[in-house]
Protein backbone atom coordinates (compact mmCIF):
# COMPACT_ATOMS: atom_id res chain seq x y z
CA UNK A 1 0.00 0.00 0.00
CA UNK A 2 1.08 3.07 -0.43
CA UNK A 3 1.88 6.14 2.02
CA UNK A 4 2.96 9.42 2.04
CA UNK A 5 4.71 11.21 5.12
CA UNK A 6 5.20 14.83 6.07
CA UNK A 7 6.81 14.74 9.58
CA UNK A 8 6.69 18.47 9.84
CA UNK A 9 3.62 19.56 10.81
CA UNK A 10 4.16 23.56 11.07
CA UNK A 11 7.01 25.33 10.33
CA UNK A 12 7.72 29.24 10.74
CA UNK A 13 10.38 31.07 8.98
CA UNK A 14 11.16 34.51 9.08
CA UNK A 15 11.00 36.04 5.34
CA UNK A 16 14.02 35.58 3.03
CA UNK A 17 14.74 32.74 4.77
CA UNK A 18 15.62 29.14 2.95
CA UNK A 19 12.82 26.32 3.91
CA UNK A 20 12.89 22.61 3.18
CA UNK A 21 9.61 20.88 3.45
CA UNK A 22 10.65 16.91 3.49
CA UNK A 23 8.47 14.37 1.93
CA UNK A 24 9.03 10.30 2.55
CA UNK A 25 7.07 7.94 0.84
CA UNK A 26 6.52 4.40 0.37
CA UNK A 27 5.49 2.08 -2.18
CA UNK A 28 5.61 -1.50 -3.87
CA UNK A 29 5.38 -0.06 -7.58
CA UNK A 30 8.60 0.47 -9.58
CA UNK A 31 6.20 3.17 -11.83
CA UNK A 32 4.50 6.15 -9.77
CA UNK A 33 4.01 9.69 -9.56
CA UNK A 34 4.87 12.45 -7.17
CA UNK A 35 3.25 15.79 -6.64
CA UNK A 36 3.21 18.73 -4.69
CA UNK A 37 0.33 21.16 -3.64
CA UNK A 38 -0.08 24.28 -1.87
CA UNK A 39 -3.35 25.05 -0.56
CA UNK A 40 -3.79 28.50 0.80
CA UNK A 41 -6.06 29.73 3.42
CA UNK A 42 -8.88 30.20 0.53
CA UNK A 43 -9.00 26.75 0.47
CA UNK A 44 -7.76 25.60 -3.26
CA UNK A 45 -5.32 23.07 -3.22
CA UNK A 46 -2.97 24.73 -6.39
CA UNK A 47 -0.44 22.10 -8.66
CA UNK A 48 3.04 22.78 -8.11
CA UNK A 49 4.52 19.94 -9.63
CA UNK A 50 4.51 16.60 -10.50
CA UNK A 51 7.62 13.85 -11.08
CA UNK A 52 7.34 10.32 -12.79
CA UNK A 53 9.78 7.64 -10.65
CA UNK A 54 11.86 6.97 -13.80
CA UNK A 55 13.29 11.19 -13.36
CA UNK A 56 15.65 11.87 -10.56
CA UNK A 57 16.32 15.39 -12.33
CA UNK A 58 15.76 17.45 -9.66
CA UNK A 59 13.44 20.92 -10.72
CA UNK A 60 13.81 24.35 -10.15
CA UNK A 61 11.54 26.79 -10.86
CA UNK A 62 11.63 30.42 -9.76
CA UNK A 63 12.40 29.94 -5.85
CA UNK A 64 11.20 26.78 -5.99
CA UNK A 65 13.36 23.38 -6.33
CA UNK A 66 12.73 19.77 -5.57
CA UNK A 67 14.78 17.33 -4.72
CA UNK A 68 13.81 13.42 -5.45
CA UNK A 69 16.06 11.07 -4.47
CA UNK A 70 14.77 7.08 -5.08
CA UNK A 71 17.12 5.81 -2.40
CA UNK A 72 16.38 7.52 0.47
CA UNK A 73 12.26 7.53 -0.96
CA UNK A 74 12.07 11.07 -0.70
CA UNK A 75 10.84 13.95 -2.69
CA UNK A 76 11.93 17.32 -1.17
CA UNK A 77 10.84 20.70 -1.49
CA UNK A 78 12.56 23.79 -0.98
CA UNK A 79 11.69 27.36 -0.58
CA UNK A 80 14.49 29.87 -1.84
CA UNK A 81 14.53 33.54 -0.07
CA UNK A 82 10.52 32.62 1.09
CA UNK A 83 8.14 35.83 0.98
CA UNK A 84 5.03 36.24 3.05
CA UNK A 85 2.92 35.14 0.36
CA UNK A 86 4.89 31.50 0.79
CA UNK A 87 2.57 30.90 4.05
CA UNK A 88 0.29 27.81 3.42
CA UNK A 89 -0.18 24.14 3.79
CA UNK A 90 2.06 22.29 1.05
CA UNK A 91 0.71 18.68 0.50
CA UNK A 92 3.10 15.79 -1.61
CA UNK A 93 1.02 13.18 -2.64
CA UNK A 94 1.79 9.52 -4.48
CA UNK A 95 -0.02 8.07 -6.97
CA UNK A 96 0.93 4.75 -8.45
CA UNK A 97 0.11 3.04 -11.53
CA UNK A 98 -2.33 0.29 -11.99
CA UNK A 99 -2.93 0.27 -14.92
CA UNK A 100 -6.06 2.27 -14.88
CA UNK A 101 -7.81 4.33 -11.81
CA UNK A 102 -5.60 7.27 -10.61
CA UNK A 103 -6.19 8.08 -6.77
CA UNK A 104 -3.50 9.88 -4.90
CA UNK A 105 -2.36 9.53 -1.80
CA UNK A 106 -1.82 12.70 0.46
CA UNK A 107 0.42 13.36 3.13
CA UNK A 108 -0.80 15.43 6.09
CA UNK A 109 0.51 18.50 4.82
CA UNK A 110 3.20 20.99 5.80
CA UNK A 111 1.63 24.60 7.29
CA UNK A 112 3.98 26.82 6.34
CA UNK A 113 4.41 30.82 8.27
CA UNK A 114 6.62 33.19 7.06
CA UNK A 115 6.84 36.25 9.29
CA UNK A 116 7.73 39.50 7.57
CA UNK B 1 -8.86 28.07 -19.50
CA UNK B 2 -11.63 27.70 -16.77
CA UNK B 3 -10.41 25.79 -13.69
CA UNK B 4 -12.58 23.53 -11.45
CA UNK B 5 -15.20 24.90 -10.08
CA UNK B 6 -17.45 24.17 -7.33
CA UNK B 7 -20.52 25.69 -5.85
CA UNK B 8 -21.56 26.62 -3.45
CA UNK B 9 -18.91 28.23 -1.47
CA UNK B 10 -20.06 28.24 1.68
CA UNK B 11 -23.02 26.56 3.26
CA UNK B 12 -24.63 26.20 6.81
CA UNK B 13 -26.91 22.60 7.21
CA UNK B 14 -28.65 21.20 10.07
CA UNK B 15 -28.15 18.02 11.90
CA UNK B 16 -30.13 15.73 9.65
CA UNK B 17 -30.42 17.64 7.11
CA UNK B 18 -28.84 16.95 3.40
CA UNK B 19 -26.73 18.59 1.73
CA UNK B 20 -25.83 18.66 -2.97
CA UNK B 21 -22.54 19.67 -3.42
CA UNK B 22 -21.81 20.68 -7.15
CA UNK B 23 -18.43 20.65 -9.52
CA UNK B 24 -17.88 21.34 -13.20
CA UNK B 25 -14.37 19.78 -14.00
CA UNK B 26 -11.93 21.47 -16.31
CA UNK B 27 -12.94 21.40 -20.08
CA UNK B 28 -12.08 18.29 -21.59
CA UNK B 29 -11.20 16.43 -18.30
CA UNK B 30 -13.62 13.36 -17.73
CA UNK B 31 -12.33 11.74 -14.50
CA UNK B 32 -14.10 13.59 -11.30
CA UNK B 33 -12.64 12.72 -7.71
CA UNK B 34 -14.43 14.42 -4.01
CA UNK B 35 -12.28 14.85 -1.25
CA UNK B 36 -12.94 15.43 2.55
CA UNK B 37 -10.62 17.48 4.24
CA UNK B 38 -10.71 17.84 8.04
CA UNK B 39 -8.50 19.35 10.73
CA UNK B 40 -8.30 16.13 12.29
CA UNK B 41 -8.38 13.59 9.43
CA UNK B 42 -6.55 15.27 6.45
CA UNK B 43 -7.80 15.06 3.16
CA UNK B 44 -9.54 11.97 2.54
CA UNK B 45 -10.94 10.09 -1.14
CA UNK B 46 -14.09 10.04 -0.82
CA UNK B 47 -14.78 9.02 -4.68
CA UNK B 48 -13.78 9.16 -8.13
CA UNK B 49 -16.39 9.20 -11.51
CA UNK B 50 -15.60 8.19 -15.15
CA UNK B 51 -17.86 8.32 -17.98
CA UNK B 52 -20.49 8.47 -15.67
CA UNK B 53 -19.24 5.64 -13.42
CA UNK B 54 -18.26 5.36 -10.07
CA UNK B 55 -14.51 3.98 -10.54
CA UNK B 56 -13.00 3.94 -7.03
CA UNK B 57 -14.93 4.61 -3.52
CA UNK B 58 -13.06 5.64 -0.07
CA UNK B 59 -13.96 3.93 3.49
CA UNK B 60 -17.15 6.32 3.62
CA UNK B 61 -20.57 5.36 4.61
CA UNK B 62 -23.36 5.20 2.65
CA UNK B 63 -24.87 8.60 3.62
CA UNK B 64 -22.18 10.16 0.87
CA UNK B 65 -23.12 9.39 -2.56
CA UNK B 66 -22.30 11.29 -5.76
CA UNK B 67 -23.11 10.88 -9.72
CA UNK B 68 -21.68 11.89 -12.79
CA UNK B 69 -23.78 13.53 -15.86
CA UNK B 70 -22.81 13.10 -19.62
CA UNK B 71 -20.93 16.51 -19.86
CA UNK B 72 -18.60 15.22 -16.80
CA UNK B 73 -20.22 17.71 -14.31
CA UNK B 74 -20.56 16.00 -10.97
CA UNK B 75 -22.73 16.34 -7.99
CA UNK B 76 -22.33 14.68 -4.77
CA UNK B 77 -24.56 14.18 -1.60
CA UNK B 78 -24.90 13.65 2.12
CA UNK B 79 -27.74 12.54 3.33
CA UNK B 80 -28.63 12.62 7.53
CA UNK B 81 -26.18 15.36 8.02
CA UNK B 82 -23.80 14.50 11.29
CA UNK B 83 -22.16 17.63 13.01
CA UNK B 84 -18.52 15.37 12.03
CA UNK B 85 -19.49 15.91 8.38
CA UNK B 86 -18.64 19.69 8.87
CA UNK B 87 -15.52 19.85 6.42
CA UNK B 88 -14.34 21.20 3.26
CA UNK B 89 -15.51 19.06 0.06
CA UNK B 90 -12.58 19.36 -2.65
CA UNK B 91 -13.86 18.34 -5.98
CA UNK B 92 -10.64 17.85 -8.51
CA UNK B 93 -10.64 16.64 -12.41
CA UNK B 94 -8.44 15.53 -14.51
CA UNK B 95 -7.50 13.91 -17.82
CA UNK B 96 -7.87 9.99 -18.11
CA UNK B 97 -5.12 7.91 -17.92
CA UNK B 98 -2.68 7.01 -14.86
CA UNK B 99 -0.94 9.53 -13.67
CA UNK B 100 -2.19 12.45 -14.74
CA UNK B 101 -1.91 15.30 -12.93
CA UNK B 102 -5.20 16.24 -11.07
CA UNK B 103 -6.63 19.63 -10.65
CA UNK B 104 -8.49 20.43 -7.74
CA UNK B 105 -11.84 23.41 -6.94
CA UNK B 106 -12.11 26.02 -4.34
CA UNK B 107 -13.89 23.68 -2.54
CA UNK B 108 -17.02 23.59 -0.50
CA UNK B 109 -16.91 24.38 3.03
CA UNK B 110 -19.58 22.61 4.96
CA UNK B 111 -21.07 23.54 8.38
CA UNK B 112 -23.15 21.20 10.62
CA UNK B 113 -24.96 22.27 13.40
Known amino acids: AQKVTQAQTEISVVEKEDVTLDCVYE???????LFWYKQPPSGELVFLIR??????QNEISGRYSWNFQKSTSSFNFTITASQVVDSAVYFC?????????????FGRGTSLIVHP | KAGVTQTPRYLIKTRGQQVTLSCSPI?????VSWYQQTPGQGLQFLFE???????NKGNFPGRFSGRQFSNSRSEMNVSTLELGDSALYLC????????????FGEGSWLTVV
Open chain 2, 92 to 103: ASSLVGTGNTIY
Open chain 1, 27 to 33: TRDTTYY
Open chain 1, 51 to 56: RNSFDE
Open chain 1, 93 to 105: ALSEAPGGSYIPT
Open chain 2, 27 to 31: SGHRS
Open chain 2, 49 to 55: YFSETQR
